[in-house]
């Protein structure tokens, strides 16, 4: 058995939200990390590509930035959002804030993905012990000679070799770190897996400039939603005034898809059919749609997330999550967070650290895979469903009345730090019931409060199934 650091030097590969959070958390700890990320550095190069979705920052996520005392650093990077906007097709067809619960927390905080892992940055690199090299490309892993090789994107793509003696892959979704520990636990005979279930959707970004003054064009204190039936579009606010809007839609078939809109006139009729309160807001809508990258979505489930003492898989590198439930950033952050934890509870014993990480973390990760799945079809479709209205007007009702006993299966997810398993699993009962309980009600008025409130009761305190 070994502790960290007996075998060698720290690294991290991949300098993104999951690797610089866990520098940070290593870095406080004492520990001396080299993290390398493929990238250029976001602090001095505005002009390194990528996209990204904006993130929202759930309770997950506070908690772990809790641990480094960022909050407060963080709070004028973001707009809070208390809810839903829904638009529908239109013009004058937007909802009132649909309020994500009833208490006063129950709010998401949207952030820019690279002012946030700036943030993150800063934070390791503060703690005195953190050393960041960027564009350094991960190429192999020898883990018989504990060296990793990088080829240097500052000097040509040269390759070179660094020693280690743990390597912690937060590489992303393609993660090499990945690859090299899959390769070499079949050798050996031990489970290995991955799992890559691509969507059929894709999705581009647009922005939804500021008014000249500065102003936002849209209520910013909500998450706003045009859904579809088999497609949509949201809006998330920036604290500089704009949105960044994301188009989710079928890759390929007949209208609409990406491949049917595709020509300055199908654009200008799809966004004037489907969105044209969007068409008044943003008048390069065209332009804009024409020159955005187009972005793959997916699920990817790994099997065996570590190689002994010497690797483990953290954030998207062991499971990359769509994007439906606001949760690949908070589910990233709580499983280095974790991560962190197990290492901390075995400090002599890496691997069985290691070990039990997958173990306890895996069906978490596997659980919220499968609810933003589900949550993307309740997005683009069912939001303005009136079955959904009213059973989601009677779930705020029964977690004001309940609290202890009833939030719904999102509140759980995005407001509690219920383990995600647990989450689903209370989710699904409480949803039958729901249903049970509005079955033949045309208003909430007319679900019978006394009966709901024993058969809510009937289930047991949140607390039983881990609700803090």
Same mark, same amino acid.
């Given at each position: 058995?070994?502790?960290?650091?007996?075998?060698?030097?720290?690294?991290?590969?991949?300098?993104?939200?999951?690797?610089?959070?866990?520098?940070?958390?290593?870095?406080?700890?004492?520990?001396?990390?080299?993290?390398?990320?493929?990238?250029?550095?976001?602090?001095?190069?505005?002009?390194?590509?990528?996209?990204?979705?904006?993130?929202?920052?759930?309770?997950?996520?506070?908690?772990?930035?809790?641990?480094?005392?960022?909050?407060?650093?963080?709070?004028?990077?973001?707009?809070?959002?208390?809810?839903?906007?829904?638009?529908?097709?239109?013009?004058?067809?937007?909802?009132?804030?649909?309020?994500?619960?009833?208490?006063?927390?129950?709010?998401?905080?949207?952030?820019?993905?690279?002012?946030?892992?700036?943030?993150?940055?800063?934070?390791?690199?503060?703690?005195?012990?953190?050393?960041?090299?960027?564009?350094?490309?991960?190429?192999?892993?020898?883990? &018989?000679?504990?060296?990793?090789?990088?080829?240097?994107?500052?000097?040509?793509?040269?390759?070179?070799?660094?020693?280690?003696?743990?390597?912690?892959?937060?590489?992303?979704?393609?993660?090499?770190?990945?690859?090299?520990?899959?390769?070499?636990?079949?050798?050996?005979?031990?489970?290995?897996?991955?799992?890559?279930?691509?969507?059929?959707?894709?999705?581009?970004?647009?922005?939804?400039?500021?008014?000249?003054?500065?102003?936002?064009?849209?209520?910013?204190?909500?998450?706003?939603?045009?859904?579809?039936?088999?497609?949509?579009?949201?809006?998330?606010?920036?604290?500089?005034?704009?949105?960044?809007?994301?188009?989710?839609?079928?890759?390929?078939?007949?209208?609409?898809?990406?491949?049917?809109?595709?020509?300055?006139?199908?654009?200008?009729?799809?966004?004037? &059919?489907?969105?044209? $309160?969007?068409?008044?807001?943003?008048?390069?809508?065209?332009?804009?749609?024409?020159?955005?990258?187009?972005?793959?979505?997916?699920?990817?489930?790994?099997?065996?997330?570590?190689?002994?003492?010497?690797?483990?898989?953290?954030?998207?590198?062991?499971?990359?999550?769509?994007?439906?439930?606001?949760?690949?950033?908070?589910?990233?952050?709580?499983?280095?967070?974790?991560?962190?934890? &197990?290492?901390?509870?075995?400090?002599?014993?890496?691997?069985?650290?290691?070990?039990?990480?997958?173990?306890?973390?895996?069906?978490?990760?596997?659980?919220?895979?499968?609810?933003?799945?589900?949550?993307?079809?309740?997005?683009? $479709?069912?939001?303005?469903?009136?079955?959904?209205?009213?059973?989601?007007?009677?779930?705020?009702?029964?977690?004001?009345?309940?609290?202890?006993?009833?939030?719904?299966?999102?509140?759980?997810?995005?407001?509690?730090?219920?383990?995600?398993?647990?989450?689903?699993?209370?989710? $699904?009962?409480?949803?039958?019931?729901?249903?049970?309980?509005? &079955?033949?009600?045309?208003?909430?008025?007319?679900?019978?409060?006394?009966?709901?409130?024993?058969?809510?009761?009937?289930?047991?305190?949140?607390?039983?199934?881990?609700?803090?």
């Amino acid at each position: 058995m070994s502790a960290l650091g007996d075998n060698g030097p720290l690294v991290i590969v991949g300098g993104g939200i999951a690797g610089a959070y866990l520098a940070a958390m290593l870095g406080r700890r004492g520990h001396q990390v080299a993290m390398f990320d493929s990238r250029p550095d976001p602090r001095t190069d505005t002009h390194g590509g990528g996209r990204s979705i904006n993130l929202a920052i759930a309770e997950r996520g506070l908690l772990a930035l809790r641990q480094l005392d960022l909050v407060d650093e963080i709070t004028p990077l973001v707009v809070p959002m208390a809810g839903r906007i829904v638009h529908d097709a239109e013009r004058s067809g937007v909802s009132g804030l649909q309020p994500y619960g009833t208490l006063d927390d129950e709010v998401l905080w949207s952030v820019d993905r690279t002012a946030f892992t700036v943030a993150l940055l800063n934070a390791a690199e503060s703690t005195g012990n953190v050393e960041t090299y960027f564009r350094q490309r991960c190429r192999d892993i020898d883990f &018989e000679l504990g060296l990793l090789t990088l080829a240097d994107g500052t000097q040509d793509e040269l390759w070179h070799q660094v020693p280690f003696g743990t390597v912690f892959g937060a590489d992303g979704v393609a993660s090499i770190v990945r690859s090299e520990i899959a390769e070499h636990r079949q050798a050996e005979g031990l489970p290995a897996q991955v799992r890559r279930d691509m969507l059929s959707h894709r999705y581009v970004e647009l922005e939804i400039a500021a008014d000249i003054d500065g102003a936002f064009k849209l209520d910013p204190n909500g998450l706003h939603i045009w859904p579809r039936n088999d497609f949509m579009l949201i809006a998330l606010p920036n604290p500089t005034g704009d949105f960044t809007a994301t188009l989710f839609m079928a890759a390929a078939g007949n209208a609409p898809s990406f491949d049917a809109v595709s020509a300055s006139a199908e654009i200008a009729a799809f966004f004037g &059919e489907y969105f044209p $309160d969007l068409n008044e807001l943003v008048p390069d809508l065209v332009e804009q749609y024409i020159d955005a990258p187009l972005g793959r979505l997916g699920t990817i489930r790994t099997t065996g997330w570590s190689y002994g003492d010497q690797a483990v898989l953290v954030g998207d590198s062991a499971h990359g999550i769509v994007p439906f439930h606001g949760q690949g950033m908070n589910l990233a952050l709580e499983s280095a967070m974790t991560l962190v934890d &197990e290492l901390e509870a075995q400090p002599d014993d890496i691997a069985g650290a290691f070990a039990s990480f997958e173990r306890n973390r895996r069906p978490n990760a596997d659980a919220i895979a499968d609810m933003a799945l589900e949550n993307y079809v309740e997005m683009r $479709d069912k939001v303005n469903n009136a079955d959904y209205i009213i059973k989601r007007q009677l779930a705020l009702i029964l977690t004001e009345q309940l609290p202890q006993y009833f939030r719904p299966r999102y509140n759980l997810v995005m407001f509690s730090s219920m383990p995600y398993a647990l989450a689903e699993q209370r989710g $699904d009962v409480q949803d039958a019931l729901l249903a049970d309980l509005v &079955e033949g009600c045309s208003t909430v008025a007319e679900v019978d409060m006394a009966v709901a409130a024993d058969r809510v009761i009937a289930l047991g305190p949140l607390a039983d199934v881990g609700a803090e």
